[in-house]
T-cell receptor, first 112, second 112 residues
Framework: DAGITQSPRHKVTETGTPVTLRCHQT?????MYWYRQDPGHGLRLIHY???????DKGEVSDGYSVSRSKTEDFLLTLESATSSQTSVYFC???????????FGPGTRLTVT | GNSVTQMEGPVTLSEEAFLTINCTYT??????LFWYVQYPGEGLQLLLK?????DKGSNKGFEATYRKETTSFHLEKGSVQVSDSAVYFC???????????FGSGTQLTVLP
């Protein structure tokens, strides 16, 4: 158990509203990631972080922003949600040694 | 760029049958390879890993061998159980960016 929690676990929101998803870890790992999971696409990387205030874009970053002001929290923001952002969002961490990633339980987001 | 191609599902087997899920990859450099498993409604769990050619990863009766000559990392289990029903993802990480590239996943259903 890598001590990762995500909140909220489920959210329904309307098109055009801002949404922030939170990922929290308890073990001070340096690397954190946000993915989205959609049928037929596996998991796709949105943004990642390699330290406080150090973030970079992944494969599908358009429409998303992130912030990491503390080691333990990595926030994903949808500035103006669209129906194409309906998905399941997973946070992950990896440790300094080794490249495997450990995943949180996910947030199911529905944009109506 | 990096890519992972997985055997398309769904795969349906009877309990105690032999399982193979094929995975091939394209990567620059020397990737580390992983299999993840996702049970319904849950996040991804690391099942096994291999970090260099000819390494065999194993866990819970599952095995996969890193074959550099065929760029493959096929998942096998000698005798599946109903509790193995899940979605299985092959993944790799290569380079300093530590970004996982996933296959699209294979749904496995094991019938009693």
């Amino acid at each position: 158990d890598a001590g990762i929690t995500q909140s909220p676990r489920h959210k329904v929101t309307e098109t055009g509203t801002p949404v922030t998803l939170r990922c929290h870890q308890t073990e001070n790992h340096r690397y954190m990631y946000w993915y989205r999971q959609d049928p037929g696409h596996g998991l796709r990387l949105i943004h990642y972080s390699y330290g406080v205030k150090d973030t970079d874009k992944g494969e599908v970053s358009d429409g998303y922003s992130v912030s990491r002001s503390k080691t333990e929290d990595f926030l994903l923001t949808l500035e103006s949600a669209t129906s194409s952002q309906t998905s399941v969002y997973f946070c992950a961490i990896s440790m300094d040694r080794g490249y495997e990633q450990y995943f949180g339980p996910g947030t199911r987001l529905t944009v109506t | 760029g990096n890519s992972v191609t997985q055997m398309e599902g769904p795969v349906t087997l009877s309990e105690e049958a032999f399982l193979t899920i094929n995975c091939t990859y394209t990567a620059t450099g020397y990737p580390s390879l992983f299999w993840y498993v996702q049970y319904p409604g849950e996040g991804l769990q690391l099942l096994l890993k291999a970090t260099k050619a000819d390494d065999k990863g194993s866990n819970k009766g599952f095995e996969a061998t890193y074959r550099k000559e065929t760029t493959s990392f096929h998942l096998e289990k000698g005798s599946v159980q109903v509790s193995d029903s899940a979605v299985y993802f092959c993944a790799l990480v290569s380079g300093s960016a530590r970004q996982l590239t996933f296959g699209s996943g294979t749904q496995l259903t094991v019938l009693p």
